[in-house]
C-alpha cells in the first residue's frame, strides 16, 4: 500500500463527512448567499477554525464555478488549493534525515496522545535513514511506561537509557545525551511523561529536562515536538498554547488521524501557529507514522486527486 492509500483510508472518515456534509448543503444547482454561509458554518464545525472557514468561503464566493460540473467536486478542489498552500510551508522532511551532529528532540504532550508509540515509529524512520538512534526513558512516572518504551526499542532495533520508576527525568535525559555524544549517535528522542498543561509542578519538570540537557549540549534540546491527538477536538489548540509558552515549539505530530472525523482541526492550528508539521500517525504499528506532505493531506482530506 503506498503512502498516498494510507493517508486516504486513515481520513476516510474526516473526508466522508466533510462531503456529505457539503453535498446536504449544496441540493441546488447554484452557490447562493444562504448555502455560502452554510458551508462556512459546515467547515467551523468541522473544526477547521474560524478564520480558516471564513477565508475559503471568501474565496468560493470569489470563483465562477461552472453550474454543469459537480459543486462538491468543485468546492473541495478549491479546499483542496487552500489546503496546500496553507500547509506546504509546513512541511518538514528534514527532521528524519541523517545529521552531520547528534540532534536531540523532547517529545512532549498530554496523557494517552501517543507520545511513547510515536517515539516507536519516528525511530523506526530514523534507523530505515541510517541514524544511530537513542531513547531516553524520561517518563518515569509509571514503570509501564519505561516498559513500553523498552518493548519499542527492541523492536526497531534502538539503544535505550532507562532508570528505576520515580527517578528524575531531567537525569534520563541527561544520562542519554552524554552516553549518545560518546557513542556517536545521530539521534536521541526523549519521552516525558504526559503532563497535563495546567499542572504547574509537572510543567515545570518538563522546563527542568530541557534546562538540563542544555548543561552537557548548549543547543539540546534541538527539537521540542507537541504531540496531539486529533481526536480531542478543540483542546488541541490550548495544548499548543500552553507548551509553546513553556518552552518554544519546533513541530507538530498529529495522532490518531485515522478512524476520526476531526481531522480538520489540523487546518486550525496550521492557520493560527504556523509551527512545521512534522508527520500523521495513522495508526498503532509501527509503520503508521507518515511524514507530512500538504499535498497527500489535502488530497486524503478532500478525497480529490
Ligand atoms: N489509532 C491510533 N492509535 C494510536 C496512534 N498513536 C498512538 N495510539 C494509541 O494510543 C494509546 C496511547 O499511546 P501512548 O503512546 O501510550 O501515549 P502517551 O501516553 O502519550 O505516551 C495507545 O493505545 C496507542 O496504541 C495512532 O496514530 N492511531
Ligand atoms: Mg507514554
Known amino acids: 500500500m503506498g503512502i498516498f492509500d494510507k493517508f486516504k483510508i486513515g481520513f476516510k472518515k474526516s473526508a466522508s463527512a466533510l462531503t456529505s456534509g457539503l453535498k446536504e448543503i449544496i441540493i441546488k444547482k447554484e452557490i447562493d448567499d444562504k448555502n455560502l454561509n452554510k458551508i462556512e458554518e459546515f467547515l467551523i464545525e468541522s473544526d477547521v477554525g474560524v478564520e480558516a472557514a471564513s477565508e475559503i468561503k471568501e474565496i468560493i464566493s470569489g470563483k465562477k464555478i461552472d ?55 519516528i525511530g523506526k524512520i530514523l534507523k530505515t535513514n541510517g541514524n544511530k538512534v537513542m531513547f531516553a526513558a524520561s517518563d518515569t512516572f509509571r514503570a ?9 526499542a527492541n523492536k526497531v532495533d534502538a539503544q535505550i537509557i532507562k532508570s528505576s520508576q520515580g527517578s528524575d527525568p531531567a537525569s534520563v535525559a541527561y544520562k542519554a545525551i552524554d552516553e549518545a555524544i560518546k ?60 507548551f509553546n509558552k513553556i518552552i518554544p515549539l519546533t513541530g507538530l505530530i498529529m495522532t490518531k488521524l485515522d478512524g476520526t472525523a476531526k481531522g480538520g482541526i489540523l487546518l486550525a492550528i496550521a492557520k493560527k501557529y504556523k509551527l512545521p508539521i512534522i508527520a500523521l500517525g495513522l495508526g498503532e504499528k509501527e509503520d503508521d507514522l507518515q511524514l507530512f506532505s500538504a499535498e497527500k493531506f489535502a488530497e486524503a482530506f478532500t478525497q480529490v486527486n
Open 144 to 152: 509501564a511506561a519505561i516498559e513500553q518504551l523498552e518493548n519499542w
Open 67 to 121: 453550474p454543469n460540473k459537480d459543486l462538491t467536486t468543485e468546492i473541495n478542489l478549491i479546499l483542496k488549493e487552500y489546503i496546500i498552500n496553507l500547509m506546504r510551508p509546513l512541511e518538514n522532511d528534514s527532521f528524519f534525515e541523517k545529521k552531520q551532529k547528534l540532534n536531540a528532540t523532547l517529545i512532549s504532550g498530554v496523557n494517552g496522545v501517543g507520545k511513547t508509540t510515536t517515539i516507536g515509529k
Open 183 to 242: 557513542n556517536d549517535f545521530d539521534q536521541v528522542l526523549i519521552d516525558t511523561a504526559g503532563r497535563l498543561q495546567n499542572k504547574k509542578n509537572l510543567m515545570e519538570e518538563y522546563r527542568k529536562i530541557a534546562n538540563v540537557t542544555k548543561k552537557i549540549d548548549q543547543d539540546a534540546p534541538h527539537d521540542i515536538i507537541l504531540v496531539l491527538d486529533a481526536t480531542s477536538g478543540q483542546n488541541v489548540i490550548n495544548q499548543v498554547e500552553e
